[in-house]
Nanobody, 122 residues
């Protein structure tokens, strides 16, 4: 059974950093395409970063140069390192998994975690 459990969210000031973790079970993170999404109430969910099984990554334009997606295969965990955080990064962040080894930044996900809240104050 696939499970995705996010952690690491919190409240920080603008310019700070957070690292989100997504502990995975029921599959191997290195074998599938995975991603991070975020959503603000009243807005559509947007893809933030994705990582496929060949270690190719894609990042949304708004986070390029500030966010990094990676995995720790030994821990079967997906990470999102977020630096130089801005108030507009405030959102619920979700970890997602595709059944396939490749996916697009904003689509193709089949499983979702419950999310972790990130709040950035100015």
């Amino acid at each position: 059974q696939v499970q995705l459990v996010e952690s690491g969210g919190g409240s920080v000031q603008a310019g700070g950093s957070l690292r989100l973790s997504c502990a995975a079970s029921g599959f191997t993170v290195s074998s599938n395409c995975m991603g991070w999404f975020r959503q603000v109430p009243g807005k559509e969910r947007e893809g933030v970063a994705r990582l496929d099984s060949d270690d190719n990554t894609s990042l949304a334009g708004s986070v390029k140069g500030r966010f990094t997606i990676s995995t720790d295969n030994a821990k079967n965990t997906l990470y999102l390192q977020m630096n130089s955080l801005k108030p507009e990064d405030t959102a619920m962040y979700y970890c997602a998994l595709s059944r396939r080894n490749w996916c697009r930044l904003n689509s193709g996900m089949d499983y979702w975690g419950k999310g972790t809240l990130v709040t950035i104050s100015s």
